[in-house]
């Protein structure tokens, strides 16, 4: 089997880190009898030889061994061997060049070996194995020379198959046949419908059918596709799925618990997964932009008996409002309707309603009433009881009302931080209820002081305490707020080291002149060899002393820094000053010309506030044509176009082709993106009549 395995010299092979030398002893581990040894091996293979999906040269060379290997029956886990052998396929195949041709690099050379055993393939498709059967049919996508070929015998074994999971692999593959050969593209889609209407088939099978009839051919999707869809969903019926652990703020091997819960929401997103969640992915994927058939689809599964695809259903509606514009009512009231019981549902769709926030305030009134049931004695018992179906759902409800502006949500809170029970979610969402500064502001400087400002592992919770604390704005707070500034100084030691000083800096610039007692210790950092810390610091000197010459020159000197971003800190403070900040207007047109857009917008936005009118064609255009580059930029350039007034009628035609688009694009968060929108209909509307 590993005839000729060491005549190779791996090491002067690559995988994703560097040399192949330790390949031998990966393949001949696949074979150990030991089934923990063997998995250690295949996750390695796909660290390695196959990490991310790459093929190298290593990975060209293993693949005869990984085909022997398989082949082997007495290897243990063949299926999963057949399985990485598809994969590293269907990776080569896309580094080829995407189809059939290209014979110059290392995916052209693992097509090439793998096709020479299509052969092999075959065996395994027809193997008394269903597990093989299953891994191996995926293969027919492109380890054919032939395509039609390929799709004969994947006819064919659908025929011969009964197995239901192998039939939805091959009804997959011929999805991926169809995508790489034109000439099965219109075959494929009338063998899916042939399919789908049959009425003895399984509903997945025919769900599935219908899915990649559209994924195949898009243009032909007619009117009644999405209601056969429903149709064939509602029959359809998923097992269980087996609840994963929720996490809560406990210490973890010292990890950070925001760091654990991320985590711990990527494996129960895998856990969650079913057949049928790929297969509404790939529907999904195929309605594109036809968002009232997807909201229909969507409507479907939240309402499905299955608590499997309504998980899929809220993830889905998620998905859909925070990617797309339109009015999304229903699909907020469809999620706002599973907010009843416990479980994993209503936690993901709390969940879901707090993401898409600035577009859910209707549901307010609902996730108000569903917290108040679960709340218990005392107020918030539920936020820390060990229950996982209760805790979570809980927690989840009180922090979307907290994301919605919505006091209801502070008695929750408050007895949530003095509980010390995942206390850094509450303050991560308390800075928008200002209304309750007086009771959430002092729990937060407490848990604030509890932190240690100079350690990485608590960096991010120090950040979010003091963003927090910002936005509430109680004076009261200056003196937690210095501390965590004088301790993240203190153990500063470069641009690049994550440090919570310009999160300090910045609270103490929401406070303003109230921060007065900060003045001094914030003037001396505005000199710091740290560029975030000198920017913040400069920013919030002014805000604190209202000092404008001093100010002004301290952003002069910014516009020269080594660093984009402190460039980009320095021009946004001078527009603050207007005609005082004249002498900044001969750097500033040079920087309109900068490599970066994000340097050129905040550059231009300050010559059209320093200079007026007068620049009013020069800075358009830098600021469309940065827009246009990235869409990110969205965020500075509409609210200034906004403050233009009849200026920004330049612009007209961008801000209405921004309202015409309905898709969210890259800016970054549904919020910003709303705000975007608000500030382009200022726009239009100001020349509705001109």
């Not at 007495?74 to 598809?86: I, K």
């Not at 850094?424 to 007086?438: F, I, M, N, P």
Request: proline letters at 4%.
């Amino acid at each position: 089997m590993f005839n000729g395995l060491n005549d190779i010299d791996w090491s002067a092979l690559q995988h994703a880190y560097g040399s192949a030398q330790e390949v031998p002893a990966l393949l001949v581990s696949l074979r150990s009898e030991d089934p923990a040894v063997r998995r250690r091996a295949l996750d390695e293979c796909y660290s390695t030889v196959h990490h991310q999906g790459s093929v190298y040269d290593s990975t060209v060379a293993a693949l005869p061994f990984l085909v022997d290997v398989a082949e082997d029956p007495g290897t243990g886990d063949r299926s999963a061997v057949v399985r990485l052998l598809v994969s590293i396929g269907e990776s080569a195949v896309e580094q080829a060049g995407r189809g059939y041709g290209s014979d110059t690099d290392a995916g052209a050379q693992a097509v090439a070996v793998l096709r020479e055993r299509a052969a092999v393939f075959e065996r395994f498709a027809s193997d008394s194995d269903p597990g093989l059967r299953e891994a191996a049919v995926g293969a027919f996508a492109w380890c054919m020379e032939d395509a039609v070929a390929a799709g004969a015998f994947l006819r064919a074994r659908f025929g011969e198959d009964a197995d239901v999971q192998v039939r939805l692999a091959i009804v997959a593959a011929m999805a991926g046949l169809a995508a790489r050969s034109e000439t099965m593209g219109i075959a494929a889609w009338e063998w899916f419908g042939s399919v789908a209407h049959k009425g003895a088939a399984h509903p997945v099978l025919r769900f599935s059918a219908l899915a990649y009839s559209a994924q195949v051919a898009p243009d032909r999707i007619d009117d009644g596709l999405v209601e056969r869809g429903v149709g064939f969903l509602a029959e359809v019926r998923v097992a269980p799925v087996e609840p994963a652990a929720a996490t809560s703020q406990s210490a973890n091997g010292g990890v950070p618990p925001e760091v654990v819960a991320a985590f711990a929401d990527m494996d129960r997103a895998v856990a969650e997964t079913t057949v049928v969640t790929k297969l509404l992915g790939v529907l999904h994927g195929a309605l594109g932009d036809r968002l009232a058939d997807r909201a229909v689809l969507i409507r479907a599964q939240l309402s499905h008996v299955d608590d499997a695809v309504r998980l899929d259903g809220i993830r889905d509606a998620q998905g859909l409002i925070t990617a797309w514009r339109g009015d999304h009512a229903a699909l907020v009231d469809a999620l706002a309707d599973l907010l009843h019981g416990i479980g994993p549902v209503p936690a993901r769709a709390a969940g879901a309603l707090g993401a898409c926030a600035p577009v859910a305030g209707a549901a307010a009134d609902g996730l108000g009433t569903y917290v108040a049931s679960l709340a218990g004695e005392p107020l918030a018992a539920a936020w820390h009881v060990a229950d996982d179906e209760l805790r979570e759902p809980f927690q989840e409800a009180v922090l979307a009302l907290a994301k919605l502006g919505d006091v209801r949500a502070v008695p929750y809170l408050v007895e949530a931080l003095d509980s010390g029970v995942d206390t850094w979610k509450g303050v991560q969402v308390a800075g928008g209820l200002s209304e309750a500064t007086g009771v959430l502001a002092p729990r937060i400087a407490a848990y604030l002081a509890s932190l240690n400002p100079g350690s990485r592992r608590d960096t991010m919770r120090v950040n979010a305490a003091l963003s927090a604390l910002g936005k509430l704005g109680d004076p009261g707070t200056i003196g937690p707020i210095m501390d965590a500034l004088t301790a993240a100084t203190a153990t500063n030691s470069g641009n690049d080291v994550p440090t919570a000083a310009p999160a300090a800096l910045n609270a103490l610039a929401a406070l303003g002149p109230a921060a007065g007692p900060a003045a001094d210790a914030v003037w001396a950092l505005t000199g710091s060899a740290n560029l975030h810390i000198q920017a913040a610091a400069v920013k919030a000197w002014w805000r604190i002393s209202g000092d404008q010459d001093a100010t002004v020159k301290l952003a002069l000197n910014l516009l020269d820094a080594s660093a984009w971003f402190a460039i980009n800190d320095g021009a946004s403070l001078l527009t603050e000053f207007g005609p005082d900040a004249a002498a900044a207007l001969p750097r500033l047109r040079e920087l309109m010309g900068h490599s970066y857009e994000w340097v050129r917008v905040s550059a231009a936005a300050a010559v059209w506030a320093i200079g007026g009118e007068t620049e009013t064609e020069a800075v358009l255009g830098v600021l469309l044509a940065a827009w246009n580059r990235n869409a990110v930029t969205g965020r500075v350039v509409a609210p200034l176009l906004d403050r233009m007034g009849d200026d920004a009628r330049l612009a007209l035609e961008r801000i209405r082709a921004e309202l015409a688009n309905n898709h969210r694009g890259d800016v970054a968060s549904l919020r910003d993106d709303e705000m975007v929108l608000g500030h382009c209909r200022a726009v239009a509307d100001r020349f509705t009549d001109g």
